[in-house]
């Protein structure tokens, strides 16, 4: 199996961004890597954010995929018919393949796309050197296992005290549910300079191990005001430099 590198945190603290981020860094590369990337996130941002257009939806075949493989005879291959059909919402570009989850229609809840993310991530990833999964804000994905076999779940968190504090509840959830992971690592978003210390003090009290402290960036508030796509980041953006330095301590990069 791939590596499986599982990116989370609460609402706001840009985990969507810094996905992007690490993408945009690991196709630059020389040895680039076979990379999925999966936005489980019913927001679905990760392809605006990369610059892509999505037509399709893995909950845009929720339906239609339900019924139809109820309906399959005992003997047929539902696996291969399931990987069929997920094929068929596959966005192949350059360098990576996405998937992106959607919303379940109407009020219903989110329970049977969970079920599709486990089995999509179950029959795809051996076919990938790498798959990244921009997770839903919260901690239901969390609760119901959907994501496990990971090497590293990465908790991104803004700087201020209650956001670290939001890091140490899913890693004790984590814990608690035997999630199955190598590391877990803890990205602090949108620092400022005059905060760095107190976050490192908030962190080791915590006892939070933090992989990296991304500067606030100009150039993402610029990009993402008018809706620009962040590939386009300059290489020397000090975001961009923070996350090579990132995905370096990883063992993602030489």
């Known amino acids: 199996m791939g590596r499986v590198i599982a990116i989370t945190g609460k609402g706001g603290t840009g985990k969507t961004a810094i996905t992007a981020m690490f993408l945009r860094s690991l196709l630059k590369r020389d040895d680039k890597c076979i990379i999925l990337a999966i936005d489980a996130d019913p927001d679905a941002n990760l392809a605006d954010t990369l610059g892509d257009k999505v037509e399709i939806t893995v909950g845009d075949i929720r339906e239609n995929l339900q019924e139809s493989m109820a309906s399959l005879p005992p003997d047929y291959d539902k696996k291969q018919y399931f990987a069929a059909k997920v094929f068929e919402v596959l966005l192949e570009k350059d360098g990576y393949d996405m998937l992106v989850m959607g919303r379940s229609e109407g009020s219903g809840c989110y329970c049977y796309l969970n079920s599709l993310l486990k089995g999509i991530m179950y029959e795809t990833m051996d076919d990938y050197d790498l798959t990244i999964v921009d997770t839903p804000a919260g901690l239901e994905h969390l609760?119901?296992?959907?994501?496990?076999?990971?090497?590293?779940?990465?908790?991104?968190?803004?700087?201020?005290?209650?956001?670290?504090?939001?890091?140490?509840?899913?890693?004790?959830?984590?814990?608690?549910?035997?999630?199955?992971?190598?590391?877990?690592?803890?990205?602090?978003?949108?620092?400022?300079?005059?905060?760095?210390?107190?976050?490192?003090?908030?962190?080791?009290?915590?006892?939070?191990?933090?992989?990296?402290?991304?500067?606030?960036?100009?150039?993402?508030?610029?990009?993402?005001?008018?809706?620009?796509?962040?590939?386009?980041?300059?290489?020397?953006?000090?975001?961009?430099?923070?996350?090579?330095?990132?995905?370096?301590?990883?063992?993602?990069?030489?």
């Open 143 to 254: 609760s119901r296992k959907t994501i496990t076999g990971l090497e590293s779940l990465i908790v991104v968190s803004d700087e201020s005290r209650r956001g670290l504090k939001t890091a140490e509840t899913i890693r004790q959830l984590a814990d608690e549910l035997d999630l199955e992971y190598e590391n877990l690592y803890v990205i602090v978003n949108k620092v400022h300079e005059q905060s760095r210390d107190q976050v490192l003090n908030t962190a080791d009290g915590l006892d939070l191990k933090v992989i990296g402290m991304v500067p606030y960036d100009e150039n993402i508030a610029r990009l993402d005001l008018v809706g620009d796509p962040l590939i386009g980041l300059p290489d020397d953006s000090p975001a961009v430099v923070e996350v090579e330095n990132i995905i370096k301590e990883i063992g993602l990069g030489g």
